[in-house]
Nanobody, 129 residues
């Protein structure tokens, strides 16, 4: 059983920062050996890829809209994945979801939702102007 729990969302002014954390809930299968990703969905819009990190933390990949502002990291000892968000903009307002890759130890970071088998419940991020 894989259960992912996001935390850290909230209300922040434009230009501010937030740190989101995704944790494997106690008792669930750990996420090491799997790539992890963050997605977001704004009201009335499709879910979109934000960024991902390879299973061995050897590489990361970001959407152009967040590149140079967001950073993904992972701590497999704690079974957590973190999304550091800086220079936030109102357009970043969305529900943010973490997701685990469908297959273990893949060589690439996949940005498609269908490539991820497990999802958290989401955490709301609201950026005011």
């Amino acid at each position: 059983q894989v259960q992912l729990v996001e935390s850290g969302g909230g209300l922040v002014q434009a230009g501010g920062s937030l740190t989101l954390t995704c944790a494997a809930s106690k008792g669930s299968i750990a996420n090491y050996n799997y790539g992890m990703a963050w997605f977001r969905q704004a009201p009335g819009k499709d879910r979109e890829f934000v960024g991902g990190i390879k299973w061995d933390a050897g590489s990361t990949k970001y959407a152009d809209s967040v590149k140079d502002r967001f950073t993904i990291s992972r701590d497999d000892a704690k079974s957590t994945v973190t999304l550091q968000m800086n220079s936030l903009k109102p357009d970043d307002t969305a529900v943010y979801y973490c997701a685990r890759d469908r297959q273990r130890r893949r060589s690439w970071i996949f940005s498609e939702s269908a490539s991820h088998a497990y999802w958290g419940q989401g955490t709301q991020v609201t950026v005011s102007s």
